[in-house]
């Protein structure tokens, strides 16, 4: 089956320094692929959705100028939070459809974020 | 009025019983329903979609679906301890690029 792989599982980082998270689709080309934060005990909340060769387009409220969103390849797009702050410390997952897109997601591993 | 509304939880249910879960949605041009299992830490899996009106059944996990009155509920039959999780419920509208819309879930426990 699909699969999307996305590193690193963790991190912890230092408050002001910047962080990349990588998410990879093995074995297929995701054209587009979604960035999801989600808090402790709450739901996800999608940030941005990436396009291959075009600029992400950000949700309601999610800076732009913090979260860069790469998306160079068909397997490859990258998310880093900038200057990070605590506030930022959260569970990142990115996801991506196999196939048409009413298919459902495959979310990568997630990578938990903790800013000190 | 949320865009996808779930039971708040939590729901205990005893092993070997029946787990009903449900979810409303209020845009009327979704089309295709999902539901994905978020165990503790993890990253949503999912586990069952939904298009048409009325059961899909896949082993354990019956999903269903009715359109007019905007609902799709998931089913889980003979439960057990591993099914322990929170169940997210996602639709997609086809003109909203790929986007699914998700509820806040339900978390289930599943007693021994």
């Known amino acids: 089956g699909a699969v999307v792989s996305q590193h690193p599982s963790r991190v912890i980082c230092k408050s002001g320094t910047s962080v990349k998270i990588e998410c990879r689709s093995l074995?297929?080309?995701?054209?587009?692929m979604f960035w999801y934060r989600q808090f402790p005990k709450q739901s996800l909340m999608l940030m941005a959705t990436s396009n291959e060769g075009s600029k992400a387009t950000y949700e309601q409220g999610v800076e732009k100028d913090k979260f860069l969103i790469n998306h160079a390849s068909l397997t490859l797009s990258t998310l880093t939070v900038t200057s990070a702050h605590p506030e930022d410390s959260s569970f990142y997952i990115c996801?991506?459809?196999?196939?048409?897109?009413?298919?459902?997601?495959?979310f990568g591993s997630g990578t938990r974020l903790t800013v000190v | 009025q949320k865009e996808v509304e779930q039971n708040s939880g939590p729901l205990s249910v005893p092993e070997g019983a029946i787990a009903s879960l449900n979810c409303t949605y209020s845009?009327?041009?979704?089309?295709?329903f999902f539901w994905y299992r978020q165990y503790s830490g993890k990253s949503p899996e999912l586990i069952m979609s939904?298009?048409?009106?009325g059961d899909k059944e896949d082993g354990r996990f019956t999903a269903q679906l009715n359109k007019a009155s905007q609902y799709v509920s998931l089913l889980i039959r003979d439960s057990q301890p591993s099914d322990s999780a929170t169940y997210l419920c996602a639709v997609n509208n086809p003109t909203n690029a790929g986007k699914s819309t998700f509820g806040d879930g339900t978390t289930l426990t599943v007693k021994p």
């Open positions: 074995d297929f080309q995701a054209t587009t």
């Open positions: 939904i298009y048409s009106n």
């Open positions: 996801s991506a459809f196999f196939g048409h897109r009413d298919y459902g997601y495959t």
């Open positions: 845009d009327r041009g979704s089309q295709s």
